[in-house]
C-alpha cells in the first residue's frame, strides 16, 4: 500500500519560516514528479511547487523566491522550505507523488500551515 506521510506543518507568524517533509513508501514503481499541493478554506486546492525526479523545479507565481523544494531520491523524500511566510499562505498542505501510468498518482493527508498576522 502506497503510503505519503507529511510532516512539519504548525502555527508560525508572518515573516517567519516552516519546513515540510513528505516520505513515500509502499509502492514497486520508481516515483517521477513530486510536488507540494495547497488548500485553503472555502478555495480550490492550488499547486505550490513540484520536482522531477532529475531535480528539475516549478513554483507557483505566488511563492516563487519565498518557497524552495527539494528531494532525496535515496529516501524518496521532498521537502518544502518555506521562508517569509504570508497570513494568505494558511492553508492545509498535501504531498503528491506520480509513480508513472503504471504505478499512479498519490496525494498525503495533509498537513495544516496557520501564517498568523
Given at each position: ?15 517567519g ?19 507540494w ?81
Amino acid at each position: 500500500q502506497v503510503q505519503l506521510v507529511e510532516s512539519g506543518g504548525g502555527l508560525v507568524q508572518a515573516g517567519g519560516s516552516l519546513r515540510l517533509s513528505c516520505a513515500t513508501s509502499g509502492s514497486r514503481f520508481k516515483v517521477n514528479d513530486m510536488g507540494w499541493g495547497r488548500q485553503a478554506p472555502g478555495k480550490q486546492r492550488e499547486l505550490v511547487a513540484f520536482i522531477t525526479s532529475d531535480g528539475i523545479t516549478n513554483y507557483a507565481e505566488s511563492v516563487k523566491g519565498r518557497f524552495t523544494i527539494s528531494r532525496d531520491n535515496a529516501k524518496n523524500t521532498i521537502y518544502l522550505q518555506m521562508n517569509s511566510l504570508k497570513p494568505e499562505d494558511t492553508a492545509v498542505y498535501y504531498c503528491s507523488a506520480d509513480f508513472g501510468w503504471r504505478g499512479g498518482t498519490y496525494w498525503g493527508q495533509g498537513t495544516q500551515v496557520t501564517v498568523s498576522s
